[in-house]
């Protein structure tokens, strides 16, 4: 493993902000830590960077305990939240800083620089301050400047935060790309779970300075792990009861459930091949979402919601659908698991 | 209150057409503003540029010898040597300290920074007066230093030391002052991507903290240097008013004006009006650059 935290606690003035934290990360990843603000995720970067000095527990980086080394001989580059670039300098004083303090030659530096620069995309802006830059440019320079003096390991703390919705996603693109080409184990510190998803190898979700879970992208969708990883990820809904709806019946031993839209299926009354399965609902809101239509009904008292086609019939609020449930995801205080529709699997085996 | 409700009119029902309405209030604008202007203009007139030309002109008033006589008397070159010895040992004292007491206050988190924060302003709110008799009370005959200042062979009150002191005591927030808002709204983002890079304390104060603040720091010293040449109650309550050795430019107006020697009072005085509208110049030019870098570097 090359980065490992073992049992890292960190309280701030009695509260604690990071609870007994332990994962790895192996050579190479993309790895992003995902959960709500507050959650812990940043102070777990600021510890592994040698900002934050933990209660207890050791940090491990390339098989060296590290928890006594400064932050500036860790060999990790780091990349703030609002770029953190040096305003008083050009972009390439801003880029060279790190060579600069470590005395390299003028020449080394100034062929390194333009390599950087290169790989980010600046050519011709060299001379430029900071303020004379757009976001995208500023955290492309914090982020050739946090790559300059060759770090093994790369963190990113929020690093689309400061950037419009529109260029975010292009950046996205860009930093998985980057990075993978220059192969550099990475993580990165974000509130957004489809940023998580689309950007990271692996994804590990924190809540209340715990670890909640740990996985690819793809698993953490389809088998959370704990009850929070179940309610954060996808667009989850909580339902107040499962156990009056069709085909859940025979569940026990669970108190609550959560939804997401993909796993229920909404049709017009008599349009549905299931009906035995499924449940009437009332349409209470359409919403137009460009390539889907996401629906909100209500079954028994509780909203769920639903994605559509646009090419199937328009549904209108007030009217009376068949919702059919596929799977839920049923919780306690610790445990998660992934129940089907049971009548829906009778079936199955009838027809088969 | 006869009309504890009053009604207020309705503007469609005022009978005026609405843009002669508004041709009246523009009128009156225009007329409060010109009230106003000429009003700023002649309390500036009065209180501040009459006076300044009232000394130049009564330095003058008996001939140029008269007034190059006052000022090249031996007292009032010492005098200004004296105050151009404490300015300078002011300004390099409370830049030094202002320099260290902002960098504790806007980077480090500890308890009791609020009260040092408030401390600082003490000069700003104490009389002068009241702070030179503090330093009789610590440094002069009944003071508690008395005995050691003694056995050591030290003289402060009634000495240099103690018109320095004064003056370094009512000039101390000026710097700070300037510095600390600053940096507090630099907050340490910068200084920590450095430190992360491995610069040394040294290398981060020059190259990241010190060109955001220099324009401050220098509007800062300008301000001390100004108070500190000007400075006349602290001083004067610890000076003694011995002529030639504890005699401040000030402080030696003060005694040719009990003298009744106006032209020379106000001859030297003229130093000191020179001094202050070079200072000014010095200021207005070190605001407006100050601006204007942080107009650009502070997004």
């Known amino acids: 493993m090359y980065v490992e935290l073992r049992q890292v606690d960190k309280a701030f003035k009695g509260y604690k902000a990071l609870d007994d934290v332990s994962f790895s990360i192996e050579k190479g990843k993309l790895v992003g830590l995902l959960g709500p603000s507050g959650s812990g995720k940043t102070t777990i970067l600021r510890t592994l960077a040698g900002l934050v000095h933990p209660d207890s527990g050791d940090i491990y980086i390339d098989g060296q305990r590290v928890n006594d080394v400064p932050a500036s001989k860790r060999g990790i ?8 670039l040096f ?31 290169d790989l980010v995309g600046l050519q011709g802006l060299q001379s430029r301050y900071p303020h004379q830059l757009s976001g995208g440019q500023k ?15 790369l963190l990113l703390d929020e690093p689309f935060a400061a950037i419009d919705a529109k260029i975010r996603k292009e950046l996205r693109l860009w930093l ?21 998803v689309e950007v990271a190898d692996e994804i590990i979700i924190v809540n209340r300075g715990r670890i909640e879970q740990k996985g690819n992208p793809a698993d953490i969708y389809k088998e959370p792990s704990t009850p929070f990883a179940a309610q954060f990820i996808g667009e989850s809904s909580v339902l107040a009861h499962y156990r009056t709806l069709k085909g859940f019946e025979s569940y026990e031993g669970y108190d609550n459930a959560v939804i997401r839209p993909e796993l229920i299926q909404i049709a017009k009354l008599g349009k549905q091949p299931y009906a035995h399965a499924s449940e009437e609902g009332t349409v209470e809101d359409v919403f137009f979402r460009g390539s889907l239509i996401e629906v909100h009904v209500n079954v028994q008292g509780m909203r769920l919601i639903g994605y559509r086609s646009p090419e199937e019939a328009a549904l209108a609020p007030g009217e009376p659908v068949s919702v059919l449930i596929y799977r839920l995801y049923l919780y306690n205080e610790d445990k998660v698991r992934l129940a089907e529709n049971a009548r829906l699997k009778d079936e199955n085996t009838v027809f088969i | 209150m006869s009309d504890p409700n009053p009604i207020p009119p309705n503007p469609a029902s005022i009978p005026q057409p609405a843009a002669a309405a508004r041709n009246t209030a523009r009128a009156q604008g225009r007329t409060a503003r010109l009230v106003l202007i000429a009003l700023g203009v002649l309390f500036i007139l009065v209180m501040l540029v009459l006076p300044l030309i009232t000394v130049c002109v009564y330095a003058l008033k008996q001939g140029w010898d008269v007034f190059s006589n006052a000022i090249t ?22 830049t030094v300290f202002g320099l260290f007491a902002s960098w504790t206050i806007s980077k480090f988190h500890f308890r009791g920074k609020q009260f040092l924060t408030t401390l600082i302003d003490i000069p700003f709110a ?13 440094f002069g005959r009944i003071g508690w230093a008395y005995d050691f200042l003694q056995a050591h062979d030290l003289k402060v009150v009634f000495a240099v030391p103690g018109v320095i002191l004064a003056t370094i005591f009512v000039t101390f927030p000026f710097v700070a ?4 808002p600053l940096m507090q709204a630099q907050g340490s983002d910068e200084e920590e991507a450095a430190a992360l890079m491995g610069a040394g304390w040294w290398t981060i104060y020059r190259k990241i903290t010190l060109p955001h603040i220099k324009w401050g720091l220098l509007y800062g010293i300008i301000l001390c240097t100004a108070r500190a040449l000007g400075e006349f109650g602290a001083v004067s309550v610890v000076s003694g008013h011995l002529r030639g ?16 020697q106006l032209t020379a009072a106000f001859a030297v005085s003229s130093i000191l009006v020179a001094a202050a509208i070079i200072i000014l110049i010095l200021r207005n030019i070190v605001e407006f650059k100050g601006r204007k870098e942080e107009h650009e570097h502070v997004r």
């Open chain 1, 77 to 84: 580059g780091f990349v703030f939240q609002n770029y953190a």
């Open chain 1, 87 to 117: 305003r008083y300098m050009t972009v390439f004083d801003n880029i060279a800083f790190g060579l600069t303090v470590e005395k390299k030659d003028k020449a080394f530096i100034r062929e390194r620089v333009n390599q950087l620069v």
């Open chain 1, 139 to 153: 955290q492309r320079v914090a982020f050739a400047r946090a790559l300059a003096p060759n770090p093994h390991l």
């Open chain 1, 176 to 196: 998985r790309e980057t990075i993978s080409s220059l192969g550099i184990t990475s993580i990165f510190v974000t509130h957004d779970q489809d940023e998580a």
């Open chain 2, 73 to 94: 008397d031996p007292y009032a070159i010492k005098a200004l040597q004296l105050t151009l010895l404490a300015t300078a040992a002011a300004v390099i004292c409370n």
């Open chain 2, 126 to 138: 104490i009389s002068p007066v009241i702070a030179g008799l503090v330093f009789i009370l610590v």
């Open chain 2, 177 to 180: 002052r300037e510095l600390i």
């Open chain 2, 245 to 260: 050795k504890t005699n401040t430019l000030p402080l030696h107006i003060e005694i040719l004006f009990s003298e009744f």
